[in-house]
């Protein structure tokens, strides 16, 4: 009968890779990072480590993700993050849901805001040419438009999109750290740091690698001796695996288009 005994040991590692979005084409898709973390349920991990190499993503997937890890923890199972290259902004995001938070002392991660990007080529389209006509339901649908410039109402309008969504952000941060929101607000500001500076500032636990997050896992859930440790593979569709090479070409662009001006946290398709 031992052999069929179900290990009571098992920690599962889930990988959060590249920008987090709700779309599949992503390494980080939200649905692909939610099935991880069932999967990690249904083989009766005692804990889950989240490998995090992510310069941010889009709000709602972040958000849907935390709580998806917020809901392992419901049932029992202990959650450490692992932050690797990069954990910034939407990456910190996800790795707040998480009991502790390891990272290494070179790990870039902060950058804790909110970034809507849009580009005026109104003169350009004027050089070439070109004259947009447009047909809209109310003065503001188009405000993102790259052929007009912002109006003050929309400058003050996205502001305070921009200035809620970092207020949650912050709140989210200050609840998982136990500190006052005022004081998280202080580094709140789009800036990067090392891993060794987030332990000073207290945005994480202790530093160290993969392997000592995993045995910090083990222990908060109780596990004596050796973890077993398995690695949760998120599950690739027929398109997928047909273009997954020209995907990673793709992602990677878009991850260093990121990285230029430092990993924020993205709203979708701005």
């Known amino acids: 009968m031992r052999l069929f005994r179900k290990p009571r040991n098992r920690v599962a590692v889930v990988m959060i890779e590249g920008i987090i979005a709700d779309s599949d084409g992503f390494s980080a898709g939200r649905a692909k990072v939610l099935s991880a973390l069932k999967e990690a349920e249904r083989r009766q991990s005692r804990a889950v480590v989240l490998r995090v190499n992510s310069p941010g993503g889009?709000?709602?997937a972040c958000q849907e993700?935390?709580?998806?890890?917020?809901?392992l923890k419901e049932k029992g199972i202990a959650v450490v993050a692992s932050m690797g290259d990069v954990a910034a902004s939407g990456g910190v995001y996800v790795s707040m849901a998480a009991d502790e938070v390891f990272a290494n002392p070179g790990t870039v991660t902060g950058s804790i805001g909110v970034i809507i990007r849009s580009s005026d080529l109104s003169h350009l389209y004027g050089k070439v040419g070109v004259s947009p006509k447009v047909i809209k339901s109310g003065p503001h649908k188009d405000m993102l438009a790259t052929y007009?410039?912002?109006?003050?109402?929309?400058?003050?309008l996205l502001q305070n999109?921009?200035?809620?969504?970092?207020?949650?952000?912050?709140?989210?941060?200050?609840?998982?750290?136990?500190?006052?929101a005022t004081e998280i607000s202080s580094i709140a500001d789009g800036r990067i740091m090392t891993g060794r500076q987030a332990l000073e500032l207290g945005l994480i636990d202790a530093l160290?690698?993969?392997?000592s997050a995993v045995n910090r896992a083990a222990s908060l859930a109780g596990i004596?001796?050796?973890p077993q440790v398995v690695l949760i593979q998120q599950r690739k569709g027929l398109m997928q695996?047909?273009?997954?090479?020209?995907?990673?070409?793709?992602?990677?662009?878009?991850?260093?288009?990121?990285?230029?001006?430092?990993?924020l946290w993205l709203l979708p398709t701005f």
């Open 65 to 71: 993700i935390f709580a998806g890890v917020s809901r």
């Open 58 to 60: 889009s709000v709602a």
């Open 241 to 263: 695996r047909i273009l997954g090479p020209f995907r990673g070409y793709g992602q990677r662009a878009a991850v260093g288009g990121g990285l230029s001006g430092i990993p």
């Open 161 to 180: 999109v921009i200035d809620d969504t970092h207020s949650q952000f912050v709140d989210a941060v200050a609840s998982s750290r136990k500190k006052p």
């Open 224 to 226: 004596t001796g050796k």
């Open 208 to 211: 160290g690698d993969l392997d």
């Open 148 to 156: 007009r410039s912002f109006s003050k109402d929309e400058e003050e």
